[in-house]
């Protein structure tokens, strides 16, 4: 049984601050969503905590597999490599994360360091330990059609390669 709780990560994180918004899914289906505190009472150990991190806060880029990675992994470092490279700020204070898709394309997303460790921080002053923080714009899907959805307090509108 897949058991996750998805909650909103706060922009500028306060531990006064315990309410979010959250979803509980299990096995695929919604089972409960609200904004609130109640979310700390889900985020026990025996179930896959997210966060989801502001869009404003993630530039996510995008881009092909180079060719002379002979790896997944090869392909998701050249990625992030690349696109730290390509962001403002020190190299050294930004935190990068790559996935390949499914079509072989890479998605990076790139945020400061001070901002992740400030939302794991908070979620964890409050309890909670996420596994994954996924940017709320990675939740839309890849499409070459323009889609729109709103997670929470965060608008999200997108298609492959942009993202708003």
């Known amino acids: 049984m897949a058991d996750t709780l998805l909650f909103a990560l706060p922009i500028a994180p306060d531990c006064e601050q315990r309410a979010t918004h959250w979803w ?3 096995d ?9 505190d ?4 889900f ?6 905590l997210v966060g ?6 993630v530039r996510l880029g995008f881009s092909e597999k180079p060719s002379a990675a002979q790896t997944r992994r090869q392909a998701e470092a050249v990625a992030r490599v690349g696109a730290v490279n390509s962001s403002l700020g020190k190299d050294e204070e930004l935190h990068s994360a790559s996935a390949v898709t499914e079509d ?8 400061a360091n001070d901002a992740m460790a400030a939302w794991i921080d908070w979620a964890r002053q409050l309890g909670a330990d996420p596994t994954h923080v996924v940017p709320a714009a990675a939740l839309l899907p890849l499409s070459d059609s323009w ?3 709103t997670f929470g307090d965060e608008h999200v509108v997108g298609r492959r390669g942009t993202v708003f």
């Open 28 to 36: 695929g289906e919604l089972v409960s969503a609200c904004r609130g």
């Open 52 to 57: 989801i991190a502001p869009t404003a806060q």
């Open 147 to 149: 889609s729109a959805a």
């Open 38 to 41: 109640e979310w700390l009472t």
């Open 104 to 111: 072989g394309s890479i998605v990076t997303a790139v945020t």
């Open 24 to 26: 509980h899914v299990v």
């Open 43 to 48: 985020a026990d150990r025996r179930r896959k």
